[in-house]
């Protein structure tokens, strides 16, 4: 049973409570060193990471250690990370509602393992 509630509990923190919105590909709207996901008009490759810096030309972009320059004319679409509060008080309030129910069907029904 305690297993079974740490699994829950972790599974509530690794989640992603973030989403995605579309934005403008306009040097004012693109936010510098937030999480952009860019997918590319040539092979539809999607690529996730930091924007650094902005011309308008190129996008300079920080993927873990690397830095990727990207010409703006291969960008098709370009998508900030926003953090998401209901999702996130969604996820809490399922784990509420949903742990006692299956705490309450194993206490019944003798648990997984008979």
């Known amino acids: 049973m305690k297993s079974l509630s740490i699994v829950l509990l972790l599974c509530v923190l690794f989640q992603s409570c973030y989403s995605y919105q579309t ?5 004012n709207t693109i936010k510098l060193s937030k999480k952009h996901k860019i997918v590319l008009t040539n092979s539809q490759a999607k690529v996730e990471g930091r924007v650094l810096a902005m011309t308008k030309d190129t ?3 920080s993927k873990g250690n690397q830095k990727i320059k990207i010409p703006t004319s291969n960008i098709f679409d370009i998508q900030e990370r926003k953090f998401s509060f209901l999702k996130t008080a969604g996820s809490g309030a399922l784990l509420w509602i949903v742990a006692p129910v299956v705490v309450l069907v194993f206490l019944f029904t003798g648990g997984p393992l008979q």
């Not at 934005?23 to 040097?27: A, D, G, M, S, Y």
């Open 23 to 27: 934005v403008n590909l306009n040097k």
């Open 59 to 61: 996008l300079l972009l």
